[in-house]
């Protein structure tokens, strides 16, 4: 977040539902912020019971977002908790494939807690560049505790730049698009 | 790290606008008062076309096309639906809302407002429970190429400067006579 005062312009895309602190944090620098709003279809994923027609595809919602400016910066926060790993591939091929080289990507994940929410954390930035986690709801859904090598399996785009254990029993990652993926994929 | 706080969650029942806007939403309003009031389009309305004006302007109807307001206020209440790109100094938006926005100025919105689209503006302001879509751009730099870009399009589109590109047309007018008037003036005159 620290990068964001350069006087550049960046585009990040948020996975989550537009948020008034989010959009009040970012107003203050040169950017485009892309409001991708996953939630519902990440939580019709999870509640999918195998009922007529296709299992409804989080990533997709994203893939049918209009592409223009490629993202600088994305912010999944909570997200990747309630993907399946076969949707968080798809997931972060997806970022890759619509965000720069050298793009970081801002992930969280339950490390310690064995039930998490039924809907994903709700977070906001503060202006000393923390994130302060507004509500989780109950926690009535088993944790998906993916651990370090999982998603980096899933990520084969990206490195981990950072990881850092939260007291808050959550997991930071920041990950950084390798290299350019042809938008084809 | 991390701070938690017992807050609400993001779409929480509606119900957080100010009592200001619910008064001017309710209220009878005169379609057009004089010089620095806001015209309506009432509820039963829908405008298909160009809207361009030179005062501030409140939707409850139903428009489609294209609205300009450089130098004004535009307001979507509670019931009105826009499928339109729409170019205003300030924008306040608590209906639906699809289309390219760009504001000089500000845009501001409610919780009631869904929202399907992009927005440029120097100040965009979001309340809890807003639904929103799309992107929001707060590039200075961005807003005025847009803004340039507006005007080079509106210019090549409008050389007699009459703003008359395409023809607003009128459907489905039941309504009382503020509304009414409001409706003919918008779309009759199209210059508010």
Known sequence: ???????????????????????????????????????????????????????????????????????????????????????????????????????????????????????????????????????TGTPDRSATRYSTEDLDRCSPDFTIERIRLLTSGMQEYLFRLRQPVEASR | MFDKKDASRGRPAQGKSSSAADRASTATTPARAGPGSTAVIGRSIKIDGTLSGDEDLRIEGYVS???????????????????????????????????????????????????????????????????????????????ERALVKREVKRVASDPGGSERAKPATLTNVKSTPTETGAAQQAAGDKKL
């Open chain 1, 1 to 135: 977040m620290e990068s964001l005062a350069e006087d550049r312009r960046w585009v990040i895309l948020d996975l989550g539902m537009a948020r008034p602190q989010t959009i009040d944090f970012l107003s203050r620098f040169r950017c485009r912020v892309d409001i991708a709003d996953l939630e519902d279809a990440v939580i019709a994923s999870l509640d999918w019971q195998g009922e007529s027609g296709a299992a409804p595809d989080p990533v997709e919602s994203l893939r049918s977002m209009p592409r223009s400016e490629p993202a600088d910066v994305v912010l999944t926060w909570d997200y990747l908790n309630y993907l399946s790993r076969q949707q968080i591939t798809g997931l972060m091929t997806a970022i890759a494939t619509r965000s720069r080289p050298g793009a970081f990507v801002h992930a969280l994940t339950g490390y310690s807690r064995s039930v998490m929410s039924r809907r994903p954390g709700l977070f906001a930035p503060l202006d000393e560049g923390r994130l302060i986690e507004l509500s």
């Open chain 2, 65 to 143: 096309g294209t609205i300009r307001l450089p130098n004004h206020c535009l307001t979507i209440g509670k019931e009105g639906r826009v499928k339109a790109d729409v170019y205003t100094k300030s924008m306040m938006i608590e209906g639906e809302v699809s289309g390219d926005l760009i504001s000089s100025e500000s845009v501001s919105i409610r919780t009631t407002a869904k929202i399907s689209g992009n927005i440029l503006a120097a100040r965009v302001s979001l309340e809890e429970g807003a639904h929103f879509k799309g992107s929001i751009d707060m590039d200075p730099k961005s807003i």
